[in-house]
């Protein structure tokens, strides 16, 4: 526990780092969120090659393009990014798709999705990921103590501010898969999170002397290798991902690697668990043992 007095003044100044970046820099918006063009089509020869499409799409300079399979194996549905340039801008952009397809597919819809819609998108994944915290408070004041709560919510919002910060810094695309990793990313570091607390309550039951320093080193120390196990098990899965997985889930996976496998880790060892003893986890205890010998002691006496 004596790395806190190195880890807290970090974990401020990289928060605060990522908060600077956000407000200055800015996030690197995608279709989902800065609006765009949709395009649904259907191969007329079968099962569709994403991996053509994409590679004849690619070279038209139009900024974010996405290719999806829905439905059946035939259906595609194509996302353009919005056009400098007014309407006119995005019927240019659709007529380059269409002469960069062809006549391989049918067009079934297109639509331009413009950035009020994207605008009400973004606000309302920002009260899903404010419930989602909130909902995690709720939980742990009933499953613990205030304490944890306090702790495990403290937690939660660091790991998402550096993420947030990274995602600034590198100009990843944020888009909807990226709400999907925050999202994520709260469940990992809530689970690694909740293990450790949940072996520090167990320590606290049974050395009721020990001081609290010595007992958060013991509880750490006793969950760490269950720690290490499931982030190098998760980091070979998400490495997979990221060297096959192609750029339809390039962000999403490379945002987990940092929330999850970097941040993550840390927190729940250097953040979550050392909190615990500026949040008075200790001293409460200490203070309901004297309590209870007070009592015993004015009830022995005749």
Known sequence: MRFRRISFPASAALSILAILLYFFHGLNFGIDFVGGTL??????????DLAKMRA???GLGLGDVQLQEFGGPTDVL????QQPGGEQAQQVAINKVREALGGEVDYRRVEVVGPRVSSELLAKSTIGLG????????????RFEWQFSLGAMIAN???????????SLTQIDFDLSSIAALLTIL???LNDTVVIYDRIREMLRRY???SM???LNISVNSTLSRSIITHVTVTLALLALLLFGGHAIHSFVATMIFGVVLVGTYTSVFIAAPILIYLGVGTTRMEAEEGTGKERASTARP
Request: aromatic fraction near 12%.
């Open 78 to 81: 194509i996302r353009v990014a």
């Open 157 to 167: 919002v660091h790991d998402l501010v550096l993420t947030i910060g990274y995602m």
């Open 213 to 215: 320093p010595d007992l």
């Open 208 to 210: 009721k002397r020990m």
């Open 131 to 142: 419930l989602a915290i909130f909902g995690i408070l709720i939980y742990l004041w009933f």
């Open 39 to 48: 395009i649904e089509v259907q191969s007329k020869s079968g099962a569709a």
């Open 56 to 58: 004849a799409l690619s």
């Open 187 to 189: 469940g990992y570091s």
